[in-house]
């Protein structure tokens, strides 16, 4: 897909980054989603881009609720369906979820270009067109969710997503899987799971954890979810950082 020589010391930056300029050609990413993709790369960067193991245990925590969950939903923006498409649509598949765009800046056009991009890599239903509900406590454009999807939903994915949006559907009680790299941000702050690391890596890895837990009992789930420690793994993605800074300072 671009012309990166695969042995580049930063080979799989260098790519993300193409991939978020493609989105923007594509009328599918924001230019907003360049600024939010310079700053994922200095997290991950500190973090030493790997999914470090309370990054793990979160993801396998996520798979959990999303395989106990009545109706789970991943939501989707322009970075998220630049980044990782076949990833969301394979989720979607491993955890019987529905896929629904929404976006932090909506237009219509967006919506339905990231919809058409999705269904190119497989989705079968992307919902977030109808927009016939709204999230309490967000301004107008902000709020619009489909009534059968979000709104709707008792577990949300909500990857890269704003603080507002995120606390304002925590209030709904939904209970909320974020993925954001950056351990501080208002969201994974209020996440019931936050799993704090790349996308790239992120998604792939709460995929194969439901494939892994599928068929498994429900206690067996519940003991992952019971023991999934929210401000464990905040932490740990915290002193990781700090760690990461100081190493690249000696
Ligand atoms: O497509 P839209 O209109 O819905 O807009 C999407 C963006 C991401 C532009 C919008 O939600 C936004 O502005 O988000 P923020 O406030 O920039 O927050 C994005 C968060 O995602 C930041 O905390 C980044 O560190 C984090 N982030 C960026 N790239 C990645 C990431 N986290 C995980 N993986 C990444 N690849």
Do not use: C, W
């Amino acid at each position: 897909e671009v012309d990166v020589p695969e042995d580049h010391p930063r080979y799989q930056s260098l790519l993300t980054r193409h991939r978020i300029e493609a989105g923007v050609e594509k009328g599918i990413t924001s230019t907003q989603g360049l600024i939010a993709e310079g700053r994922g790369e200095a997290f991950d960067y500190l973090l030493g881009e790997e999914t470090i193991p309370s990054a793990d245990r979160a993801a396998r925590a996520a798979a959990a609720h999303f395989l106990l969950a009545e109706h789970p939903v991943i939501s989707v923006n322009g970075n998220v369906a630049a980044l990782v498409p076949g990833e969301v649509v394979e989720l979607a598949e491993a955890t019987d979820a529905d896929i629904e765009v929404n976006l932090f800046g909506r237009t219509e056009e967006r919506v339905r270009a990231i919809a058409a991009h999705l269904r190119e890599y497989g989705a079968s239903e992307v919902k977030g067109l109808t927009a016939d509900a709204r999230i309490p406590g967000l301004s107008h454009e902000r709020a619009k969710v489909d009534r059968d999807g979000i709104y709707d939903a008792d577990v949300v994915l909500v990857p890269l997503e704003d603080g507002d949006r995120a606390e304002a559907l925590g209030e709904m009680g939904k209970t909320e899987v974020v993925i954001d790299l950056n351990p501080l941000s208002r969201s994974a702050r209020v996440a019931t799971v936050p799993i704090i690391d790349n996308i790239l890596r992120a998604l792939p890895n709460v995929a194969r954890h439901a494939r892994d837990l599928s068929g498994s009992p429900r206690e067996t789930l519940t003991e992952i979810v019971e023991g999934f420690d929210r401000e464990g793994a905040l932490d740990a993605a915290e002193r990781r950082l700090r760690e990461g800074a100081t190493r690249e300072s000696e």
